[in-house]
């Protein structure tokens, strides 16, 4: 398991990589020959940024305490 990232700064870095390669991965599709899976993997992306995202937040909320 690798370890959590609680610096701000940091978390803030991971997100805007994780955008980063979200932006390259639809700037490669074409829109022509894209398919469902294309569409699915997009949507996974974000919802993978999206959870990244609560996990920081909670986890700094639960430091805040």
């Known amino acids: ?3 959590s990232i609680t610096d701000k700064n ?3 870095n ?7 390669i979200f932006v390259e991965v ?8 894209a398919d ?3 569409i ?3 949507i996974q992306m974000l919802d993978d ?3 990244k995202m609560d996990q920081f937040n ?3 909320d639960f430091t805040k305490e």
């Not at 991971?14 to 980063?20: A, G, M, V």
């Not at 639809?26 to 020959?33: F, H, K, Y």
């Open 49 to 51: 940024v999206e959870d």
């Open 58 to 60: 909670n986890r700094n």
């Open 14 to 20: 991971y997100l805007k990589e994780r955008l980063q």
């Open 40 to 42: 699915d993997r997009l």
């Open 26 to 33: 639809l700037d490669a599709i074409n829109p022509e020959t």
């Open 10 to 12: 940091k978390q803030v």
């Open 1 to 3: 398991m690798s370890n």
């Open 36 to 38: 469902i899976e294309d």
